[in-house]
């Protein structure tokens, strides 16, 4: 019985992150909102102190019958990486979690723009924002992504 509960965490678990990273390009109009505000909420969950999503962390208390489990193998605190590397596709931790918070951004950005166009709402209500968003973005790309990357 703990394998079957195991195996529909982490069904949903799978099917959570699915949603999250292609939810933008394809969640119905009227969903957009929901995802919109509950997308951050799930990455900073993810991204707080432990670095484990509440679903890795219920499997894991499922598994080793603890509220407080010590893990056997780190890969259990990493569900997506893990399934990759069952797969055979070994990818560093840091490399693994940059690409994903990109498709993740992508995906989330996507879905806003949707919304946007869908109430009609000027991104960009004129040139000089236009002008100014565009050099905050990129500036803030130039300085935070490659900080995130750490090069050797």
Same mark, same amino acid.
């Given at each position: 019985?703990?394998?079957?509960?195991?195996?529909?965490?982490?069904l949903?678990?799978?099917?959570?992150?699915?949603?999250?990273?292609?939810?933008g390009?394809?969640?119905?109009? #009227?969903?957009?909102?929901?995802?919109?505000?509950?997308?951050?909420?799930?990455?900073?969950?993810?991204?707080? *102190?432990?670095?484990?999503?509440?679903l890795?962390?219920?499997?894991?208390m499922?598994?080793?019958?603890?509220?407080?489990?010590?893990?056997?193998?780190?890969? #259990?605190?990493?569900?997506?990486?893990?399934?990759?590397?069952?797969?055979?596709?070994?990818?560093?931790?840091?490399?693994?979690?940059?690409?994903?918070?990109?498709?993740?951004?992508a995906?989330?950005?996507?879905?806003?723009?949707?919304?946007?166009?869908?109430?009609k709402?000027?991104?960009?209500?004129?040139?000089?924002? #236009?002008?100014?968003? *565009?050099?905050?973005?990129?500036?803030?790309?130039?300085?935070?992504?490659?900080?995130?990357?750490?090069?050797?």
């Open positions: 019985m703990k394998k079957v509960i195991i195996h529909i965490i982490e949903f678990h799978l099917l959570l992150a699915l949603s999250l990273m292609i939810g390009y394809i969640i119905p109009k #009227e969903y957009i909102p929901i995802f919109l505000l509950s997308t951050p909420y799930l990455v900073i969950d993810w991204n707080d *102190t432990d670095g484990s999503c509440w890795t962390k219920l499997r894991n499922v598994h080793y019958q603890s509220t407080d489990p010590n893990v056997d193998d780190e890969i #259990e605190n990493q569900f997506l990486n893990g399934i990759f590397r069952k797969m055979g596709l070994v990818v560093k931790e840091e490399t693994f979690e940059f690409i994903l918070y990109i498709i993740l951004y995906s989330w950005l996507y879905a806003y723009v949707r919304f946007m166009k869908q109430y709402i000027k991104i960009m209500p004129n040139k000089s924002t #236009e002008y100014f968003v *565009t050099f905050m973005v990129i500036g803030w790309i130039l300085v935070t992504l490659p900080s995130l990357k750490k090069f050797n």
